[in-house]
């Protein structure tokens, strides 16, 4: 995932959706206070950032790279801790919520989304476990030479006809510091 799209699904739409939730109420009962969605919403943004700086630096590393390696390590643990701020601040937290029905019924009722941010840490276990072999095969694979640029090597342009392989001759004695009148001698 992008940067820009890493800030619109970790930071923006989560905001939207805790202060819409804050200002309904479902018969009588508000399901978050200012304080919790206040809370909320600062750890969402915290992690949300570290995520997104993350994921740029990824997407700016070359693919197979330690750096690169290093960094999907990283951000697998940010995106841990950032399911953790859903659990431990209150945002997943719907216990014995009191519906009043009538002038005498009442309701009480859970919702338990625990294991649905249990499956997600699993997803990222399995994940981590993928970025740790990416960075093994970072650390093990031979480290390629960069090819040289046809400015740096100055005679990949010159084909090879004959007119042109003098040419190609000529420069390289040239670059070993012959004179033009040697490179002459030596010309067909």
């Known amino acids: 995932m992008s940067g820009s799209w890493n800030w619109v699904v970790k930071i923006t739409i989560p905001i939207f959706i805790f202060n819409y939730l804050m200002q309904l109420s479902i018969m009588g009962v508000q399901l978050y206070t200012e304080e919790k969605v206040s809370l909320i919403t600062y750890w969402i943004i915290a992690f949300g950032l570290i995520s997104t700086a993350l994921a740029v630096f990824i997407a700016s590393s070359p693919k197979n790279s330690i750096r690169h390696a290093i960094g999907a ?8 801790f950032y399911l953790y701020v859903y659990k431990f601040s209150g945002a997943v937290d719907f216990q014995n919520i009191k519906i009043n029905l009538g002038p005498d019924t009442s309701a009480t009722f859970s919702l338990n989304l625990d294991p649905m941010i249990y499956l997600n840490m699993g997803v990222i276990g399995l994940n981590f476990l993928v970025a ?3 960075l093994l095969i970072a650390f093990l694979s031979p480290i390629e030479e960069k090819e040289k640029t046809r400015s740096e090597q100055g005679l990949n342009h010159i084909s090879n006809t004959p007119l042109q392989k003098k040419e190609k001759m000529r ?8 004179e033009q009148n040697d490179v002459d001698a030596y010309s067909f």
């Open 132 to 134: 740790l072999w990416d």
């Open 171 to 178: 420069l390289t004695e040239k670059d070993q510091g012959l």
């Open 73 to 80: 390590l990283l951000l697998l643990f940010v995106n841990g």
